[in-house]
């Protein structure tokens, strides 16, 4: 899930939780869409149920080719890019 802002804004780079993948819900989309930030939430090898997934080299390689993704078709702040995650199985906005 990619979505760019209309002007120069920072990146966040939201990361899907080991057991699941990028369709898990994630509150940061909203809240990105919201301050018109440019997200992404990237389906790096889906669950870690394979030496694929779990911080393989593929896995990195899968974050950083999104990252290069959002820059050349977003417009990415390049000194305010974030990359965060959790490990909670669902979230809960108050």
């Known amino acids: ?4 802002s209309k002007d120069t804004a920072p ?7 080991w057991s699941g993948d990028y369709q898990q819900f994630d509150p940061l989309a909203s809240l990105s869409l919201k ?7 990237p ?10 997934s779990c911080l393989s080299d593929k896995v990195i390689s ?3 080719d999104s990252i290069f993704y959002v820059i050349k078709n977003g417009n990415v ?6 990359i965060v995650g ?3 199985r669902s979230w809960t906005l108050v």
């Open 1 to 4: 899930m990619f979505v760019s």
């Open 11 to 17: 990146l966040i780079m939201s990361l899907h939780t």
């Open 35 to 41: 301050a018109g930030w440019n997200y992404i939430h």
């Open 43 to 52: 389906d790096f090898r889906g669950p870690n149920n394979s030496t694929d």
């Open 62 to 64: 899968d974050i950083d």
């Open 77 to 82: 702040d390049k000194d305010n890019i974030f």
């Open 86 to 88: 959790t490990s909670k």
